[in-house]
Structures are given as structure tokens and as C-alpha cells.
């Protein structure tokens, strides 16, 4: 079973910043008969649809949203089994809760699918 905790969240003023951390467990991460998984953070704002925020593979290799370039960094420790989202010079339109997410696919029958967190609330204040 997979489980993925999410903390880090609260109210920050606009320019400041926050760090996200997500602590992910299960077997699954080691399975030998997986064929990859991604972890990632996205956000839903009230009254609009969930989004991607950033994605990092097991290899390192990180996505982010055009929106989030250049002021949001996602990173993982593997010794701590964790994946941040540092957040920098925050606006308001960052407001939203942020889900930490994890993909894995099988080459098999199980194909992908998708495991998320309960989510963390971030409000940045004008």
C-alpha cells in the first residue's frame, strides 16, 4: 500500500516562501516488477481544476508548469524517502491546496495509474 504525507503547507505574504515536503512509503517503490514511477506535486485553487505544479522522475529528470518556472524547485532525498516543492517569491495566484502524487506503471496488465495525498493548504496573502 502506498501512503504519501504532506506537510509544509500554511498562509505566507506574497514575495515570500515556503517548502513543501512529501514523505511517500510502500512496497510498491521497490517493486522489482515495476517499470517506473514519478513523483509530483499539483494544485487546485477553489473553483478550478487540479493542475500540475512539477514532476520529478526516479532519475532526476523534473517538469514544471510554464507558471512555476524559475520561482518553484522540486527535489527529492531518496535516503529520507521524501519530495519537496520549494516555493519561492509566492504570489496570490499560487493560493490553492497542493497535492503530492505519485505515478507508477507496470508493463504488464496493471498498466498506469496514479496514487495521491490528502493535500496541504497554501495561502499567500496581497
Known amino acids: 500500500q502506498v501512503q504519501l504525507v504532506e506537510s509544509g503547507g500554511g498562509l505566507v505574504q506574497a514575495g515570500g516562501s515556503l517548502r513543501l515536503s512529501c514523505a511517500y512509503s510502500g512496497e510498491m517503490f521497490s517493486d522489482v516488477a515495476l517499470g517506473w514511477y514519478r513523483l509530483g506535486w499539483y494544485r487546485q485553487a477553489p473553483g478550478k481544476q487540479r493542475e500540475l505544479v512539477s514532476t520529478i522522475t526516479t532519475g532526476g529528470v523534473t517538469n514544471s508548469a510554464d507558471s512555476v518556472k524559475g520561482r518553484f524547485t522540486i527535489s527529492r532525498d531518496n535516503a529520507k524517502n521524501t519530495v519537496y516543492l520549494q516555493m519561492n517569491s509566492l504570489k496570490p495566484e499560487d493560493t490553492a491546496v497542493y497535492y503530492c502524487?505519485?505515478?507508477?506503471?507496470?508493463?504488464?496488465?496493471?498498466?498506469?495509474?496514479?496514487?495521491w495525498g490528502q493535500g496541504t493548504l497554501v495561502t499567500v496573502s496581497s
Open positions: 502524487n505519485a505515478g507508477f506503471y507496470y508493463p504488464d496488465e496493471r498498466g498506469y495509474f496514479e496514487v
